[in-house]
């Protein structure tokens, strides 16, 4: 069984043939179906100009699944500081928290959000990119802000976002929990979480260092379905190994033709071994396996599959196999 609190990613796929609107829609459908399974956290992804991912700001979808939802938190996972001010990430986020008080996270990343550098150049407020040092400060000035400037009582939990073993040194060094990309690079997962534990230092936003691992998880009722429901997101990641970020997500029927070559076959196999894919036992002992070789806190699942209803009933499947934490023994 699962043994560790399962929280979601939602990055908010536009299918083929169906408009952002409709997208739209579903997030605020999702959230309300996954405060009801009992998951811990609804985080919501920064990204712009792709055709397969809505542009929907984190901070206004955290606000309207805040408002129909009770107890999932919600939050940013995350919120992409080269594209906002620190006042502008402490004013919103610290007025979600004081509107609904523990249940709001603010997780700040560094990326740019997307793939195209016209539009990163047209998001970000220098006209380089931030550099090493001036992303530490707007993450310090940030949190200070928060305490010091909006002081509106409640402030939300905040995280950062971590691909690297640099950006687990700066979690470490700020005292911050670090939500680990895994679901992007699996290969710097063990690596980064060493570096981050052994320089962890206490902070009053965190006493000890905490864990949260993302993982890519479809999970269906045989292989085979799980199989088709992970087909369209495998389009789009040959995509961008060809160095394009303009495909569209497509249905599964579209999917199971579309001429994988062998190099993205092989690229694609493996990535998907440090992934959780296939039926409620295989995912279970894939999540399971993962959490003890990492030792983490919190599983975050993000489940990028074309309907609405697959991907909730993927979510339900796994949280069924969920108990009380328990000790085990496995590998990455």
């Known amino acids: 069984m699962i043994d560790l609190p399962l929280s979601a990613l939602e990055v908010a796929m536009v299918q083929a043939g169906s408009r952002a609107l409709e997208t739209l829609r579903d997030t605020a459908e999702f959230a309300r179906r996954l405060d009801a399974l009992g ?12 055709p397969a991912i809505g542009a929907f700001p984190p901070v206004v979808l955290t606000a309207h699944a805040a408002a129909s939802t009770s107890a999932v938190r919600l939050g940013s996972g995350g919120v992409l500081a080269p594209n906002h001010s620190p ?15 523990d249940r709001i996270d603010l997780g700040i990343g560094r990326g740019p959000g997307t793939f195209d550098e016209a539009t990163a150049r047209a998001l970000r407020r220098g006209p380089e990119p931030m550099t090493d040092d001036e992303y530490r400060e707007n993450i310090v000035s940030t949190l200070r802000l928060l305490v010091d400037e909006v002081a509106l009582g409640p402030l939300p939990e905040p995280w950062l976002l971590s691909s690297s073993t640099a950006g687990a040194a700066l979690a470490a060094e700020l005292g911050l929990p670090m939500a680990f990309a895994h ?14 534990r ?18 890519e998880t479809v999970c269906a009722e045989t292989h085979e379905e799980a199989e088709r429901l992970a087909g369209p997101m495998n389009v789009v990641k040959a995509g961008l190994l060809q160095g394009r970020s ?7 029927a ?7 070559t062998e190099r993205e076959r092989h690229t694609l196999a493996g990535f998907r071994a440090h992934q959780a894919y296939g039926t409620p036992e295989t995912v279970e002992r894939r999540l399971t396996e993962l ?12 489940t990028p599959v074309y309907a609405l209803a697959d991907r909730v ?20």
């Open 39 to 50: 998951y811990r956290r609804l985080w919501y992804a920064e990204h712009h100009h792709s």
């Open 87 to 101: 006042l502008m990430l402490a004013e919103q986020f610290g007025t979600l928290a004081a509107l609904h008080p």
């Open 183 to 196: 679901h992007i690079r699996p290969d710097h997962t063990l690596a980064a979480l060493d570096h981050y």
């Open 198 to 215: 052994a320089r962890f230092s206490p902070s009053r936003w965190c006493e000890r260092a905490r864990v949260l691992i993302c993982v």
């Open 246 to 252: 303009d495909i569209p997500f497509p249905t599964p």
């Open 254 to 260: 579209e999917a199971s033709t579309h001429p994988f």
């Open 291 to 302: 959490a003890t070789a990492t030792g983490a806190d919190e599983l975050m699942l993000v």
């Open 313 to 332: 009933r993927s979510y339900e499947l796994v949280k069924r196999r969920t108990v009380r934490p328990a000790d085990a023994g496995a590998t990455l």
